[in-house]
């Protein structure tokens, strides 16, 4: 994959749904391939289309099931699905995280699902060029829907969920309360609530708890009020009516502008984030193996400030 | 805290040792406050005594114990200890980290200990500067050692602990087997390995499997072969040996040229950081409120892509 023909090809072939071009195009991505540039500038013209819906949960509330459950759904309507699951903590390569999940691979076989992982090898802010990217190569090869699943809910799982046009939050009885939620900071980001798992005790009382914050927060005339539903995924219990909501509030963000500004937040995170990393390799360049080492040394020794030294490898550019 | 005198007082106030200065100095930090670049230079003078031991470990291996039972260690040798506590994963403040540590709290009254936590509220890269500047207040308020804790064993984890002088890889029989470190990367940044809780099942064949597997990795002449302990933190058996291999690594660091070599790349790695936010916040400056955002626009609607996008910012800096 080293001619501008092979890119241009692998470009076409995506756009049909080749399942192969699309994987091979992720792992550029997943790669930081030099290739990308001209990638994306190939893929822009065809991608806006899909509605991008972000999952985030603590561990064991059932996001994989649920992921799958509602890409069962959305085929059943006919829609072509994409799934990006991503784990920020890992350095290691994707592919061998969905590998793990049985109830991913009934969906395996279907051309019309792509499933796919994806860790951030790179530097920081890997994540933010990184999902934007491989959401573009999703669309661009025709999925109506992409589902965005993120491991954890740390801080860098949020950034990563807080791109997507719509996002939902699950949560269990008993493990992930009202306050949990709140300290986790997914109150604010939640669009969609869903308790899953409610067949077990304390379900009820989670959902009232969640209702009563989401009921305190400030709202403008208009603004979206997040629903809080139950469901039991492994059943596809309640997967209906998530479905449901997920097309409501895709409409409404149509209407009230929401989505635009939500992709317009997306786009300027990622140019920043490319504009970052084009200046750190711009800085490794100029100053590794020389000027910083040099610095480094004079930090190490007292003789200038960690500040100093910065403005001078900034000069250097 | 807004005028330079102030500045200079708590400084000088902290080069004494008075916890409540060394306190407010790591807020500055946390805070990510513009007064750092005045602390850092007045504080450069007087770094470098400080011996930097990072811990990391899965949870539940008894990271707080082993923590606390090195400090005591450590105090019984007349040494002044520091305990910085990082949790890259919350955007929450510290403090409440440590409250909970009941362990900790048998330290809590001794003068001759800090022990603060740190939260990373920042942007990307705020590990990557903020830990080297915490750790920069600790070892100009004297501390001759200073231990460096992270919560998990991520990607993110992995980074912070790698800016340490010596690093200690804590397991416990069962959790963490030789397979699960090779996998999280700890290998590789291990110094010395201790498998605590030595008194259940499952201890020898773990210690027996990392040495297998450290046994494994190529080694030129002279270099150091990590010794892998045991302990029952809880009791404070086999503590005395890991301070005794501590010192060991300490004295083989300085010998080989290690120490200046890691404080050296600490330093470039903090100057990087320093460097890319402030290029991050010219950019905001610049950027955000018209070019960014007119530039988002045009990816959205597929006019230009984000490479083209993110050179634009760069010629606009």
Known sequence: MARTSDVATLVSQAREGQPRAVARLISLVEDASPQLREVMAALQPFTGHAHVVGITGAPGVGKSTSTSALVAALRAQGKRVGVLAIDPSSPFSGGALLGDRIRMQEHAT????????????????????????????????????????????????????????????????????????????????GDIFVVNKADRDGASATSR????????????????????????ASQGEGIGKVVEEIDNHFVWAVESGELTKRRE?????????????????????????????????????????PYTAAERIIEGL
């Open 110 to 189: 279907d051309p019309g699902v792509y499933i796919r992982s994806m860790a951030s090898r790179g530097h920081l802010g890997g994540l933010s060029w990184s999902t934007p990217q491989a959401l573009r190569v999703l669309d661009a090869a025709g999925c109506d829907v992409i589902i965005l699943e993120t491991v954890g809910v740390g801080q860098s799982e949020i950034e990563v969920v807080g791109v997507a046009d719509t996002v939902l939050v699950l949560l269990a009885p008993g493990m992930g309360d009202g306050i949990q939620a709140a300290k986790a900071g997914i109150l604010e980001i």
């Open 209 to 232: 708890e969640l209702r009563h914050m989401i009921s305190l927060a400030d709202r403008p005339e208009g603004a979206w009020r997040p629903p809080v539903l139950k469901t039991i």
């Open 265 to 305: 937040r997306r786009a300027a995170d990622e140019i920043e984030a490319i504009a970052l990393a084009a200046l750190r390799s711009r800085m490794a360049g100029l100053g590794s193996s020389e000027a910083l080492n040099d610095l480094a040394q004079q930090v190490v020794t007292g003789r200038i400030d």
